[in-house]
């Protein structure tokens, strides 16, 4: 089992910033990549970011096209936590964060994939309103 725990929600302005959080726990040895999802009300759940483990050096990220460019995803092996940097926010960022979890490490197309999930946190309310 593989405990993650989000943290760093909260409400910013547009065009500010926040850094979400999220601590993992439990067997995560074999955990490859690490994600977060978002769900805005009435909305599906979508991929923002994923990150692939690699070394310490590398690791091998994408992101969803409507936050390319204004938040970056990055992963801390030694305290078993990732992080995903959101600048310059847009109202329509607003949605509660999840951190998800997955053995898996392969297909990028399948890693946009919440399917290829196998944990997931209790989500983290971002909003972003003046």
């Known amino acids: 089992q593989v405990q993650l725990v989000e943290s760093g929600g909260g409400l910013a302005q547009p065009g500010g910033s926040l850094r979400l959080s999220c601590a993992a726990s439990?067997?995560?040895?074999?955990?490859?990549?690490m994600g977060w999802y978002r769900q805005a009300p009435g909305k599906e759940r979508e991929s923002v970011a994923f990150i692939i483990r690699g070394d310490a050096t590398n690791s091998a990220a994408d992101y969803a096209d409507s936050v390319k460019g204004r938040f970056t995803i990055s992963r801390d092996n030694a305290k078993n936590t990732v992080y995903l940097q959101m600048n310059s926010l847009k109202p329509e960022d607003t949605a509660v964060y999840y951190c998800?979890?997955?053995?898996?490490?392969?297909?990028?197309?399948?890693?946009?994939?919440?399917?290829?999930?196998?944990?997931w946190g209790q989500g983290t309310q971002v909003t972003v309103s003046s």
């Open positions: 998800a979890a997955s053995y898996y490490s392969g297909s990028y197309y399948r890693l946009q994939s919440q399917y290829e999930y196998d944990y």
């Open positions: 439990g067997s995560i040895v074999s955990v490859r990549t």
